[in-house]
């Protein structure tokens, strides 16, 4: 809705009001000032209602069919396959799934393809000799796939509360050219993935939900090359029957989060004056309260510049956002959040200059899986009062706060939990009612804005 569909009309009227005679002590400013109040709440109760979360996951596959029955049946039987691919690249490519449960997501899920398919557009169609080749967009209910995923892999895992960040070197640390490159491609020995920077960014973003990381700097040598080679045997016998039992007495957290960065890849562009960097990053969960490892899908980020300190940076930023959050998703998708009962939390916010800076907040706050739902509640001039239902203590909400909500974003927050209000006496409660009341806990939320004043 365009602002001044609103605002001009409003404007027109109160200008009407000020000529005429029989309103002689209008005050104009101050309409003006009420004005902005209502316009804002327009846009704040807009805001609050939209869902601008998406559950699709989009993939683009090809298909193919062979045209021993004719054109239309190997189109048909090309989208399947399309579409059947779509389905097996998210499993076991995204999520990793074991390849244990093939039977019973081929009975449950594949068979059953359409019911997982949102919508799929045709991007290209033609025939190869005997086959027919088809590229389809296509839309997934990711929600969906992941609840029968969960029902298919029960038994539930156990909780995990101590996580362990364990850090490994990459496989090659050689600064020499990679054999199979060209004579502008070499391999640096640079490392851009910093574990001191990760591991404070993850204990601050998993605190909210209850986890606890720590990280393993003490490990010797021997120990981490023992794991590397266990952890690089890839398909041999040896990785399928891991047992926690290796590492028994070993390691003090349920689940070790073993990352394993990647050497970065530098190729000159020469005609653009350029460099082209990239690095990858392997995370493997090895679980020790459930006996399995997780290899989660390779990260890789790349990025194009001319000066190399600042592309370090870059590359340095972006890889760690990336490995930061393909572990929280993880670990939140597969294990059963910590916490309590659900709580309500009360969080009065001075400060917001914009509707789009609180729409922000809010989009931070739905993303919390232990966040039920984001309600407002109050609005006055300067001040906004929302209501949450959480799962999250209070007082772990309160760290998420004031280290993490205002990341990447233009201001940050400081939040205060405010004691709580004492319980009514006895005599003052309700006749016929002896229970207590509910009493939400409640923040104090200051918004403070980075760098100089905004011009409001």
């Known amino acids: 809705m365009n602002i001044w569909m609103v605002w001009k009309p409003l404007t027109l009227i109160l200008w009407w009001k000020r000529e005429s005679k029989s309103v002689k002590k209008f005050n104009f400013s101050e309409a003006e000032r009420y004005l902005i109040v209502v316009v804002f709440s327009v846009f704040v109760i807009i805001a609050v209602s939209s869902n601008v979360y998406a559950d699709t996951v989009v993939k683009t596959i090809s298909g193919q069919a062979v045209l021993t029955d004719g054109v239309e049946k190997a189109r048909k039987e090309s989208i399947n396959d399309a579409l059947g691919e779509a389905l097996n690249s998210y499993i076991y490519d995204d999520l990793a799934v074991n390849h244990k449960f093939e039977p019973q997501i081929d009975e449950i899920i594949i068979k059953n393809r359409n019911r997982y398919i949102?919508?799929?557009?045709?991007?290209?169609?033609?025939?190869?000799?005997?086959?027919?080749?088809?590229?389809?967009?296509?839309?997934?209910?990711?929600?969906?796939?992941?609840?029968?995923?969960?029902?298919?892999?029960?038994?539930?895992?156990?909780?995990?509360?101590?996580?362990?960040?364990?850090?490994?070197?990459?496989?090659?640390?050689?600064a020499a050219p990679a054999a199979d490159s060209d004579d502008n491609e070499t391999e640096l020995s640079t490392q851009v993935l910093k574990q001191t920077a990760l591991e404070r960014e993850l204990k601050q973003e998993l605190a909210v939900y209850g986890f606890t990381l720590s990280g393993a700097d003490e490990l010797t040598p021997e120990l981490k090359s023992t794991?590397?080679?266990?952890?690089?045997?890839?398909?041999?016998?040896?990785?399928?029957?891991?047992?926690?039992?290796?590492?028994?007495g070993l390691f003090a957290g349920d689940l070790l989060i073993v990352v394993r960065p990647g050497a970065v890849r530098e190729?000159?562009?020469?005609?653009?004056?350029?460099?082209?960097?990239?690095?990858?990053?392997?995370?493997?969960?090895?679980?020790?309260?459930?006996?399995?490892?997780?290899?989660l899908p390779m990260i890789e980020t790349k990025i194009v510049g001319d000066d190399y300190v600042l592309g370090m940076e870059r590359l340095s930023r972006e890889l760690?956002?990336?490995?930061?959050?393909?572990?929280?998703d993880r670990l939140l998708r597969d294990y059963v959040v910590p916490g309590g009962n659900e709580a309500r939390i009360e969080l009065q916010c001075l400060g917001f200059r914009q509707p789009s800076d609180f729409t922000a907040f809010k989009e931070r706050l739905q993303a919390l899986r232990t966040?039920?739902?984001?309600?407002?509640?109050?609005?006055?001039?300067?001040?906004?009062?929302?209501?949450?239902?959480?799962?999250?203590?209070?007082?772990?909400?309160?760290?998420?706060?004031?280290?993490?909500?205002?990341?990447?974003?233009?201001?940050?927050?400081?939040?205060?939990?405010?004691?709580?209000?004492?319980?009514?006496?006895?005599?003052?409660?309700?006749?016929?009612?002896?229970?207590?009341?509910?009493?939400p806990r409640r923040y104090l939320v200051q918004v403070i804005y980075d760098g100089a004043p905004d011009s409001l």
Do not use: C
């Open 118 to 174: 949102k919508k799929f557009a045709i991007q290209n169609e033609h025939t190869l000799g005997e086959l027919y080749q088809i590229e389809l967009r296509i839309e997934l209910k990711r929600g969906l796939i992941e609840r029968d995923l969960k029902k298919i892999e029960k038994p539930e895992k156990l909780k995990v509360k101590n996580l362990l960040l364990v850090f490994l070197a990459s496989k090659t640390d050689s």
């Open 227 to 248: 794991m590397s080679a266990l952890l690089d045997a890839g398909g041999s016998s040896a990785l399928k029957e891991f047992n926690s039992a290796w590492f028994k």
């Open 267 to 295: 190729e000159r562009i020469v005609s653009l004056r350029k460099s082209f960097w990239q690095s990858q990053a392997e995370i493997i969960f090895i679980d020790m309260k459930n006996a399995a490892i997780t290899r």
């Open 320 to 328: 760690s956002d990336k490995v930061s959050a393909r572990i929280i």
């Open 371 to 439: 966040i039920n739902k984001v309600v407002l509640k109050e609005l006055t001039a300067g001040s906004l009062t929302i209501e949450i239902s959480t799962l999250s203590p209070a007082e772990l909400l309160g760290e998420w706060l004031n280290n993490t909500a205002g990341k990447n974003l233009n201001f940050h927050l400081n939040a205060t939990l405010l004691p709580w209000p004492a319980p009514p006496s006895f005599s003052e409660r309700p006749a016929g009612n002896n229970s207590l009341p509910i009493t």
